[in-house]
């Protein structure tokens, strides 16, 4: 195994954030997630070291970190992060539902406050098939 360059982000400084990897429950595709230059991304890859096109958070906030991703048995993906948390300051949560095709559902997203200082969030998929966000 080697590693695999996703997103190139050069920066002189600590980004204080997180990525997130996790499997679809059929196991043959990794899905990852990211943070570059305050935006937060997913991909997924079927093989070593070849991933999808990457998927951006939809609209544009402040400082997007510590994404978390879920994926249903549909296929379909969440995409959970943090807005506007920094040192020792608390933020948001926010997620996107996309469908298998990795296309935005209009409407399931949304954004609540009320995540706390040093937090960040989790997510997973019931079997339901809807998605619960942990923060």
């Known amino acids: 195994l080697k590693p695999t360059p996703v997103q190139p982000w ?7 954030s997180s990525a997130a990897l996790t499997s679809a429950p059929r196991g043959a595709e990794l899905f990852a997630a990211w943070e570059t230059e305050e935006q937060v991304y997913f991909a997924s890859s079927q093989s070593e070291g070849k991933f999808s096109a990457l998927v951006r958070a939809p609209g544009k906030a402040a400082k997007r970190k510590h994404p978390a991703v879920a994926v249903n048995s549909r296929g379909e993906v969440l995409l959970a992060w943090t807005e506007s948390m920094g040192w020792e300051k608390g933020g948001a949560v ?26 960040l969030v989790a997510a997973y998929a019931k079997a339901d098939n809807s998605f619960v966000v942990v923060y």
């Open 10 to 16: 050069e920066i002189g400084h600590c980004v204080m």
């Open 94 to 119: 926010a997620w996107q539902v996309y469908d298998a095709q990795h296309k935005p559902i209009i409407y399931a997203r949304g954004r609540l406050d009320g995540v706390p200082v040093w937090s």
